[in-house]
């Protein structure tokens, strides 16, 4: 039982760069329309033999799914919140897949209005993924975005409240990103490039009349850069904003006057981070003017220079100030200190200050839908390792705290059961790498050199996306039997405050991989697992992170699951017609430029496989992946095939019917979470 990439009768593809030339065996594996017989043979070949290899565990992966579903409450809704005189709330139904998005007026619980049905919405399709929606601000119509094919790329559609009747009107190519405008009539949305799926122009939509006769309001030149749009606290402004890696910009429309001109809030300057709310009159900036881990200014709409903006809270150098709420006599921050999040609010007007403060040794908290600044009360969640998803609210004036929901995580949980810590690595150039950790209280026996449990280490590293100690029911169904958990923070992430950011990417790439191996040293030295049963796993640049590894270190790792891996990296960032390459010069570099092309290569997976053995590695991609196209795992797969020396499982697995995030619906998901966990569970048997 075998697959044979058959690239013997291939004409190979020289590429060349910078007075290097590198031979791709696979390119043939590219089909930019993904219509061709022969690549959808060969997806189907290696589909085919996991299919087989896997077939022994059919058994314990159904074992493990219905753990996973019976983790989730069968009728489960939200905690409805309230928003100008509504009180909205999604919830599911027993056996469904889909939520409904439900609403009631205030005082009137038993008079529940259907806004969208899921269900009904996603019948018939192999994909549904329901994007953004809003109800115009006089109640009476809801727009709302769908993707239907999973690659990111929405239609939005509009729908009267009164009678449940659907607009003829569908606009095409959006991001799903969508702002009304305060006359009811006038509809703000993000165009992207049906190529490169690059989020750029913004236009203006009147309810009722066809797309083509929408106006273009904005544009923006630069490829780096992606545009969103959203609405301001005080709704008087639509805000549109053009972010990349190292710079933004922002710029006003009037949501009072929305055929009005488009006005830029402060010019965009290289390095120069910064985004805006708008409230009671005032601008709020949150800015890294005057340091990395941003600050926080206040300014009046004639006052948008930054010099002659006031300070509200300092950027420091051992805090990363990450959001804000504005709240009519509160402002609430949202900060990371040692790689934790805190809460803390902060009184307009008066010297009043109150943080908000955790026990767990490891933990996440945000703030929550909080759609009405006039209220006193703050909803903010919080989750660690050992406790699930739990939704608070404090009254901002008596501190008066209560909970309001608990996610369910099944009949028999309790997280006495289970115990997490937080430790520090020290890597091999002195930085202290924090390391979260959940293991099953009794089943854990940690004993240097002698440890018989199995570890799993998991990680990220990329786009300053700080991977938080959060909870995962289904991350029990590993821990019940036995596994050690362990989140490494690896630089490249924002754990530790942006300059943690800085040592992980461009030039300084190589010490996210430097950290993940320097942190399963130490854990299997300090008697976390079992050194002849560890497992990597990540996915997207995570895949990119383990992948990288997986060249580095090899012996380390008994298996690896590589989920939709980011492997290809120079070819990727060489091809700008691809979605997201000129956007990410600035996290990986720009290999046209030399010193970039030969840094990266110098880590790309699929550039530095080589005649070596390899573990066992489950490598997952979705054939309509609009983030790291079906290819590049598929190339990387059929490389390690042919180069290296060992007889380990190595298998494919290729959704074709999904994209970047999987399979969409409430249920089947954990199919797929089943099956690398049967995957892993199998190799670590005794």
């Not at 009722?208 to 850069?225: A, K």
């Not at 930054?306 to 805090?319: G, H, I, K, Y």
């Not at 939704?391 to 309790?414: H, I, P």
């Amino acid at each position: 039982m075998s697959v044979t990439p058959p690239f013997a009768q291939k004409i190979p593809h020289l590429l060349t760069q910078h007075n290097d030339t590198r031979i791709d065996h696979y390119h043939w594996l590219r089909d930019d329309e993904r219509t061709s017989p022969e690549v959808l043979a060969y997806l189907e070949q290696e589909n085919h033999y996991t299919e087989q290899a896997l077939a022994p565990l059919a058994a314990l992966q159904d074992t493990l799914y219905q753990e996973m579903i019976a983790r989730l409450r069968p009728d489960d809704s939200s905690v409805p919140y309230r928003k100008n005189g509504y009180w909205y709330q999604s919830r599911y139904q027993s056996g469904f897949e889909y939520a409904l998005l439900e609403r009631y007026r205030d005082g009137q619980p038993e008079q529940v209005e259907l806004l969208l049905d899921g269900n009904e919405r996603a019948e018939g399709q192999d994909y549904y993924d329901q994007g953004q929606l809003a109800v115009s601000p006089n109640q009476q119509l809801l727009a709302f975005a769908e993707d239907f094919v999973s690659r990111r790329e929405y239609q939005i559609r509009f729908k009267r409240l009164s009678t449940g009747e659907l607009y003829d009107e569908v606009l095409e190519h959006t991001s799903g990103n969508l702002v009304w405008a305060n006359d009811n009539q006038t509809l703000f949305y993000v165009h992207q490039d049906p190529d490169t799926l690059l989020p750029y122009r913004v236009y203006r939509h009147t309810l009722g009349t066809p797309q083509s006769q929408d106006v273009l309001v904005y544009e923006e030149s630069d490829p780096s850069f992606y545009t969103s749009i959203y609405k301001s606290r005080s709704t008087d402004y639509v805000v549109i904003g053009a972010w990349s890696t190292l710079t933004s910009e922002i710029s006003l429309i009037s949501a009072n006057e929305p055929t009005q001109a488009v006005r830029l809030f402060l010019a965009r300057q290289r390095g120069h981070e910064y985004e805006v709310e708008h409230y009671q009159g005032q601008f709020y900036v949150r800015s890294n003017k005057d340091g990395v881990n941003f600050g926080l200014y206040q300014t009046t709409a004639n006052a948008s220079s930054p010099d002659r903006w006031q300070t509200r809270v300092p950027a420091r150098a051992e805090v990363l100030f990450e959001s804000f709420t504005l709240f009519k006599d509160w402002l609430v921050l949202e900060e990371r200190s040692q790689g934790l999040t805190q809460l803390r609010q902060l009184h307009h007007s008066q010297d009043l200050e109150h943080p908000i403060s955790f026990d767990d040794p490891t933990y996440v908290t945000w703030l929550d839908v909080n759609a009405e600044a006039d209220s006193p009360w703050l909803r903010y969640g919080y989750s660690s390792m050992t406790q699930p998803v739990t939704l608070y609210e404090v009254n901002m004036d008596t501190q008066e705290r209560r909970e309001l929901k608990q996610e369910y995580a099944g009949e028999q949980f309790s997280g006495a059961d289970y115990r997490s810590e937080r430790i520090w690595v020290r890597a091999r150039d002195g930085e202290q790498v924090p390391v979260s950790l959940v293991y099953k209280a009794n089943l854990f026996k940690r004993a240097a050199n002698n440890t018989t449990n199995p570890l799993l280490i998991y990680g990220y590293g990329a786009y300053g996306a700080s991977m938080d100690s959060d909870f995962s029911a289904s991350r029990l169904s590993l821990l019940d039997r036995g596994f050690v958990y362990a989140i490494a923070h690896v630089r490249g992430g924002e754990e530790l405050g942006r300059n943690w950011y800085e040592q992980g990417r461009l030039l300084s790439k190589q010490n996210s991989f430097n950290d993940f191996i320097d942190v399963t040293q130490a854990l299997t030295a300090q008697g976390y697992g079992d050194k002849n049963r560890v497992y990597a796993a990540g996915g997207s640049a995570g895949g990119l992170l383990v992948a990288g590894v997986v060249n580095m270190a090899p012996q380390l790792y008994h298996g690896v699951v590589a989920a939709v891996p980011f492997v290809d990296v120079v070819t990727t960032m060489l091809d700008e017609s691809l979605p997201l390459t000129t956007g990410e010069f600035d996290e990986w570099g720009n290999p046209a430029q030399a010193e970039f092309y030969h840094y990266i290569k110098s880590y790309s997976p699929y550039d530095q496989v080589q005649a070596q053995a390899y573990p066992h590695l489950l490598v997952t991609t979705g054939f309509h992946d609009s983030q790291v196209q079906y290819w590049e795992p598929a190339k990387w797969v059929a490389k390690l095939r042919e180069l290296k020396t060992d007889d380990n499982l190595l298998l494919l697995h290729c959704d074709m019917d999904t994209g970047h995030g999987g399979k969409s619906g409430r249920f089947e998901a954990y199919h797929e979470l089943a099956r690398e966990y049967a995957f892993l569970l199998d190799l670590a048997k005794p």
